[in-house]
């Protein structure tokens, strides 16, 4: 989700406009996957570099965090939706950390679409994080150095259990990831549209994902017409 800030300087108004707006774009974008029967969306709604930012930034961004949760969690429940955190928990403000793992305790058991938001995500600290997991357990001798490889990576990082993303989208024609999902996104499509975030909507991802749709995925072999 990117260019909010782009989008409120277009107008003249603050940032903050453009990360309110930035919401509403989520909640249609969630509600639009959930109707297209989209298994798994994740958002990266703050990133472990986004602390870089003015203070008075990433307190709107908090902010807007907990309102969402706190005014979006009932209705997300409602509908089947199961919420899931991914970026490091350690050192969150303890009302931030207790509204996410809120939401992923109360839809814990909903059969519906994952909605997973990246929050304090960063792709390299994730890997950090499951390296260290992972020289714990050879130390505490659970596991055998031997017979660490990429199924192995794979089941310690934040994402462990979930499918790989078919599809990046990126919004505001950066084309870059910028940190995200780095690991899992080595058969990713990458779709970079120019709409800025607060413009995305439901006629916007339909266009990202006929662009995806159109890509002919090879997963290192080759495609079928030449393979035949
Ligand atoms: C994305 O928009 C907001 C998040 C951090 C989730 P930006 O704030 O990065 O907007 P630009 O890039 O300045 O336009
Ligand atoms: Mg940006």
Known sequence: MDGNGRWAKARGLPRTMGHRRGVEALRATVRAVGEMGIKVLTLFAFSSENWRRPREEV????????????????????EGVRVRIIGARDNLQPDILNLLEEAEALTAANQGTVLVIAFNYGSRDEIARAARRIAERVAA?????????????????????????????????????????????????????????????RDALESALADYAARNRRFGGVSQEIAS
């Open 141 to 201: 001798g659970e596991l055998s150095a031997a017979t660490i490889d990429a199924d192995v990576l794979d089941a310690h990082m934040d994402t462990a259990g979930l499918p790989e993303p078919d599809v990046i989208i990126r919004t505001s024609g950066e084309q870059r990831l910028s940190n995200f999902l780095l690991w899992q996104a080595a058969y990713t499509e990458l779709v970079f549209v120019p709409c800025l975030w607060p413009d995305f909507d």
């Open 59 to 78: 307190g709107e961004l908090m902010s807007l965090l907990k309102l969402f949760i706190r005014r979006d969690l009932a209705e997300l429940h409602r």
